[in-house]
């Protein structure tokens, strides 16, 4: 058996959980998500904890047993705490600042760039150069994440563009000056 698929997950105080045939819905603080269970994958809901469970030893359908655990769980963690990301801007003259809900980033462009939110994020500035991502969906905003680094990723060489937070750059040697002929 999966060794993700058979972990229980635990349902906090304030998220609340239906199943209605094969859709599931996980409801709380943040927000409200939906995940369709796919046909050989059930779940059964108790007061307190969540267990997937699967029809058959199939490897595709032992493969979607863990996928939906890890699915359901990262659910149900959105709708209680949310996800965050955040991304740091490296370079001189790039800036970020926010216009509504809405970023305006300038990353070496002749003109800037708006960014606006997918689905339930909400993008944050902290300063000129570091932007949050946050959601209560964590597909969600790793997507929103990875659409605004797209825009400038960071060069090896130099080190300027857009990075995450974490992210660490492996700087590459650039050219030697070679000595002249003799």
Do not use: W
Not at 77 to 92: A, Q, S, Y
Not at 110 to 131: A, F, R, T
Request: proline share 5%.
């Amino acid at each position: 058996m999966s060794r993700i698929g058979k972990q229980a997950i635990k349902i906090p105080d304030g998220i609340k959980v239906e199943l209605n045939t094969n859709l599931l819905t996980v409801t709380g603080k943040k927000d409200a998500l939906n995940y369709t269970l796919p046909e050989n994958i059930t779940v059964v809901v108790s007061s307190d904890e969540l267990v997937v469970q699967r029809s058959n030893d199939d490897p595709n359908v032992r493969a979607l047993h863990g996928l939906s655990r890890s699915l359901i769980n990262n659910m149900v963690v959105g709708c209680d705490k949310g996800f965050e990301k955040r991304l740091e801007l490296i370079g001189t003259g790039y800036r970020v600042q926010q216009k509504g809900k809405s970023l305006e980033m300038n990353v070496g462009f002749s003109h800037p760039i708006i960014i606006d939110p997918l689905e339930n994020n909400d993008l944050k500035v902290d300063g000129q150069n570091l932007i949050i991502i946050s959601g209560p969906d964590k597909q969600s905003v790793g997507q929103q994440a990875a659409i605004i680094r797209k825009f400038r990723p960071p060069n090896p060489y130099t080190g300027k563009g857009i990075k995450y937070s974490d992210e660490v750059i492996r700087r590459k040697a650039g050219k030697t000056a070679v000595g002249g002929t003799q």
